[in-house]
């Protein structure tokens, strides 16, 4: 009988298979490579004490490996100055991880090892800085730059122990994530070291993680990816400290258009950070970016969905259950990255003003090196440098004012001793001038590089808000009805929707929400307001009409407890001088949780370029607030937005009244904008607040006011063209016309705003009134 042949194994599944066998080997190997990356990690152009951190961060076993990788990463560093002291650091961190018996290493496992960073990053620092006399500048650095290897030595140790012991990402707690997150942000800055010709494998890889982000997580992944891509590649120094803006820009961009797809993800990230790139980049640093964004882009598209799917932080993934635990572990995390957020905010501000004065130089330096160069050569240097010294400096001293106020000095300008004995002041003050606009040029490029980092501290601050927002709403939740949900569930399925998730909650005030998602093409098919009367009597409660918004192939739908109150609005704007635009932008948003917010913003000047200001900022506000964030944490992100979208002056005003429908409670916040005025009892109530508009400065805060509104009162917004002649007129006005219909009443107002003009000037103006009436 003959024995049919083994069909041969696949020569991948022989790789798989051989792999599995030298696990140990490539153990080793990965920590070597990670040693020799993280070595090439350089923060703020000088600090680079990681490869030390990593190679005591591991195992006894594995530190041989990370410390030879290390050692060849500072040996054959891409920026080996001043490497000698990170050689002799991961000597003796090596040496030490060997001679202390390993049960002290595993008993105090949690502080030894960054304690061994420590003293192997101090004590070669502090030898060297004894050959320099003991500066305390020297000894500061030296001080800060032993606490950050013990830092990162920490971030690395947490990082390995939380991948080795367990098997998935989601089951991570929250110092777990971050300390990956920390890890991976630093491996990032490394690879930013590297070049393949003028491309930076770094910032490619950046670029695929922000584009990862945005679609797994929308605006707020996309938005953080950004932001700390961003500030690592900024913080590596250089002339590329202006992608701190472009990324966290790009990435929330990105994060807005996920639901269109992954193609047209990459091309809105492409020609955002594209663009940025031309215009605030050189034209090498130009081709260089459009490079790597676009091998990031195309890198980024040939990931397989299946694969995009899996990820685990951002994922979406589908449960019907919401449990006490699950709340508070997520709870635990949105307040956690919140804060983390704050303080990398803050540690990134304080660190760059730091660095900026140690290298900040002065005019006194201009002066020192112009001297240097031709007194060194003159014969009547012992004399002038040394009886006439107090004489050469009052001349240099008497100049100082010349050169700020006219930048430069010629050599009539020279006063005294130095003006009647100098044979070289031809020469020297050409050397002040041309020293004097190095200086300049110098200055003004870190003046741009600090507003820019000073964007990316404020975008974190907004991140960080967004965070809070999130674990507000979920506070709220106070009990998950399951059963209710079930009976839900049973519902939709037996109208042949598919739904793909339900769930039914009660907050604090005992109100109920529903939440369910179903199919898109399902929706055509769903009775909304039959729906509505089915859910309120299964519920046994009164339900309104849902809010629906589409997600990808899906739709959300919402359901809330009906409100006391509605509203009736209406909106009037009239272009500057017949222009087809106008610089005002206003819109009505409902959020699905019982508020209404009304947005009016007014672009600086008229026409286009107004129009565009005023929408990008309402637009962003929009998304954001629908996405149930704050308008505190949006705000800093419109702001961010607007002050780097262009090199030209770019602002709009921001003008909010959000009014909760079920107590009438209204929030009124002003960022520049107008005065508002509601009619209530009878009377007009001015209300306006002190504040500046956004895309001015960082920092931007609404100024912010309360009232509570019944059923017949108006909330009349206006933009500054509308009170050309003053606001006092407009008092009477409103009671004139309280009587009236909502289009009667904004009709009123423009009409006796137009008749009221004098001169001929005209501007944009806008109108948009609100009335609260009882629901029906």
Not at 261 to 285: K, P
Not at 586 to 591: F, N, T
Not at 674 to 701: C, H, N, Q, W
């Amino acid at each position: 009988m003959l024995k049919t042949s083994e069909k041969p194994m696949p020569a991948i599944a022989r790789l798989v298979v051989f792999l599995k066998r030298q696990k140990e080997l490539l153990a080793y190997l990965g920590y070597a490579v990670c040693g020799f990356l993280l070595a090439n990690a350089i923060l703020l152009g000088q600090l680079a004490p990681f490869g030390v951190a990593f190679t005591a961060a591991g195992k006894k076993e594995r530190t041989t490996a990370a410390g030879a990788g290390a050692l060849l990463g500072y040996i054959f560093s891409l920026h080996p100055e001043n490497n000698t002291r990170y050689i002799a650091a991961v000597a003796l961190a090596v040496a030490v991880k060997w001679v202390l018996p390993p049960r002290l290493l595993q008993k105090h496992r949690i502080w030894m090892a960054p304690a061994i960073a420590f003293a192997a990053v101090f004590l070669p620092g502090l030898a060297l800085a004894s050959l320099r006399g003991y500066l305390v500048y020297d000894v500061v650095i030296c001080l800060s730059e032993s606490v950050l290897a013990a830092g990162s030595c920490f971030f690395f140790q947490r990082a390995a122990l939380a991948l080795l012991l367990r098997e998935k990402l989601a089951t991570l707690n929250s110092k777990d994530v971050s300390c990956l997150i920390i890890s991976y942000a630093l491996l990032v800055m490394a690879l930013g070291s590297f070049l393949v010709g003028d491309v930076s494998v770094g910032r490619i890889a950046a670029v695929v993680t922000i584009l990862l982000a945005a679609k797994c997580g929308r605006e707020s992944g996309g938005a953080i990816a950004g932001v700390t891509a961003g500030v690592t590649m900024g913080i590596l120094g250089g002339d590329f400290s202006f992608l701190a803006a472009s990324y966290g820009f790009g990435g929330m961009l990105t994060g807005m258009f996920a639901e269109l797809g992954s193609v047209v993800q990459a091309l809105v990230f492409v020609v955002v950070n594209g663009l940025t790139a031309l215009i605030m980049g050189s034209e090498y640093q130009a081709y260089s970016i459009l490079y790597e964004i676009f091998l990031g882009a195309v890198l980024f598209l040939l990931i397989p969905a299946s694969a995009v799917q899996s990820l685990v932080f951002w994922g979406r993934q589908r449960s019907d259950a919401f449990s006490k635990t699950a709340r508070e572990v997520v709870l635990s995390k949105l307040k956690f990255a919140s804060a983390a957020l704050t303080d990398i905010g803050e540690a990134t501000r304080q660190v760059s003003q730091k660095v900026g004065e140690a290298k900040g130089g002065s005019v006194a330096d201009v002066f020192a090196a112009a001297a240097e160069r031709v007194c060194k050569v003159c014969p009547q240097k012992p004399v002038c440098w040394g009886e006439q010294y107090h004489s050469v400096m009052d001349g240099f001293n008497n100049l100082t004012g010349i050169l700020r106020q006219k930048g430069k000095v010629a050599a009539a300008d020279f006063p005294g001793y130095m003006g009647e004995r100098c044979d070289h002041k031809w020469e020297l003050a050409n050397e002040i001038c041309a020293g004097y606009e190095r200086f300049s040029s110098k200055r003004e490029a870190r003046a741009q590089a600090q507003s820019l980092r000073g964007v990316v501290t404020d975008q974190f601050t907004g991140m960080s808000g967004m965070l809070d927002a999130l674990a507000q709403e979920l506070t709220g939740i106070e009990q998950a009805e399951f059963p209710v949900g079930d009976k839900i569930s049973a519902l939709l399925e037996r109208e042949n929707l598919s739904p793909i998730s339900v769930s039914a909650y009660t907050d604090q005030t005992g109100r109920m929400t529903v939440e369910a998602v179903i199919p898109a093409f399902k929706l055509a098919r769903m009775d909304q307001t039959a729906m509505t009367l089915w859910l309120s009597e299964l519920c046994q409660r009164r339900l309104q009409l849902p809010a629906v918004s589409e997600v990808e192939n899906a739709v959300h739908l919402r359901w809330i407890e009906r409100t006391a109150y509605a509203v009736q609005t209406a909106k009037l704007q009239h272009p500057c001088d017949g222009q087809t635009l106008c610089g005002d932008a206003l819109e009505e948003i409902w959020d699905g949780r019982g508020q209404v917010h009304l947005l009016l913003s007014d672009g600086m000047g008229s026409g286009s370029r107004a129009a565009l200001d005023s929408s990008m900022t309402v637009c962003l506000l929009k998304k954001l607030v629908t996405a149930g964030f704050s308008f505190d944490a949006a705000l800093e992100l419109a702001n961010a937005a607007l002050l780097v979208k262009s090199e030209e002056e770019s602002l709009s005003t921001v003008d909010v009244a959000t009014v909760d429908l079920y107590s009438g409670e209204t929030q009124f916040l002003k960022a520049g904008a107008a005065p508002t005025f509601v009619y209530r009892d009878g009377s007009v109530v001015k209300v306006e607040g002190a504040s500046m508009p956004a895309g001015i400065l960082k920092g931007v805060d609404f100024a912010k006011s309360r009232l509570k509104l019944h059923a017949g009162d108006w909330i009349i917004m206006v933009s500054d063209g509308i009170l050309l002649d003053g606001s006092d007129w407009i008092f009477d006005q409103i009671k004139l016309s309280a009587r009236k219909s909502a289009e009667e009443l904004a009709q009123d107002i423009w009409q006796t705003a137009q008749r009221r003009r004098t001169g001929g000037h005209d501007d944009d103006a806008s109108v948009l009134v609100c009335k609260i009436v009882d629901k029906q």
